[in-house]
């Protein structure tokens, strides 16, 4: 069965740094997007994605993230400098196309980002 | 701002009884609720999804209601197996809001053999 592929599975950072996040959504899907879940928390909307450009993004998605389809498999999340606060496990999701069908998410494992 | 409340943080049922899960919401009128499942350090899987305009939907030993006059949803899990223990999430949706979902903080059911 398609899954969504995140790598890598734990990041570990320093504050400050830049990371990216990778993920490769299910081939034959059009909408992309990431959430995050701090540990014990709900999980959170970050950004939607659809035909290369962003759909919606949320407050927690500011100046310091950006997402990318640098080509036709994978989909980024780019975290320019690193905070505390930014330790979280980040989930990458795809949808396929269809009124009803574009709703019902598919989420990758996760990469689980540490910073210290 | 909108709040998605689901029921105690953690269910305990005997294998092979009922659990049901409750999700209530306050200021959002979604077009879709899903719920979804998640084991620990995974991510979420799709179990069933139901529009404002339906009651109820089923899914094998699954079952979704939705008031929308309430604001809630129960979710109903027949013949409970200990294989079913897991945290389980509501989430809300609308129409043409680039498909983002809002969740609620999850119920963490476990079933005893």
């Known amino acids: 069965e398609p899954e969504v592929t995140q790598t890598p599975s734990h990041q570990v950072t320093q504050m400050g740094q830049e990371v990216i996040l990778r993920c490769v959504p299910i081939?034959?899907?059009?909408?992309f997007y990431w959430y995050r879940q701090i540990l014990g928390q709900k999980v959170e909307f970050l950004v939607s994605?659809?035909?290369?450009?962003?759909?919606?993004k949320s407050e927690i998605f500011d100046d310091q993230f950006s997402v990318e389809r640098p080509d036709g498999s994978n989909f980024t999340l780019k975290i320019r400098s690193t905070k505390l606060e930014d330790s979280a496990m980040y989930f990458c999701?795809?949808?396929?196309?269809?009124?009803?069908?574009?709703?019902?998410?598919?989420f990758g494992a996760g990469t689980r980002l540490s910073v210290l | 701002s909108q709040k998605i409340e689901q029921n105690s943080e953690a269910l305990n049922i005997q294998e092979g009884k009922t659990a049901t899960l409750t999700c209530n919401y306050t200021?959002?009128?979604?077009?879709?609720l899903q719920w979804y499942r998640q084991d620990p350090g995974r991510g979420p899987v799709f179990l069933l999804l139901?529009?404002?305009?339906?009651k109820e939907k089923r899914k094998e030993r699954l079952k979704v209601t939705f008031d929308t006059t309430l604001k809630q949803s129960l979710f109903h899990i027949t013949a409970s197996q200990p294989a079913d223990s897991a945290t389980y999430l509501c989430?809300?949706?609308?129409?043409?809001?680039?498909?983002?979902?809002?969740f609620g903080q999850g119920t963490e059911l476990s079933v005893k053999p």
């Open positions: 999701a795809s949808s396929p196309t269809g009124v009803v069908a574009k709703n019902i998410q598919y």
């Open positions: 994605f659809y035909n290369n450009e962003i759909s919606e």
């Open positions: 200021n959002y009128s979604p077009a879709y």
């Open positions: 139901i529009r404002e305009n339906e």
């Open positions: 989430a809300l949706a609308r129409e043409n809001q680039g498909g983002k979902l809002i």
């Open positions: 081939s034959n899907h059009l909408y």
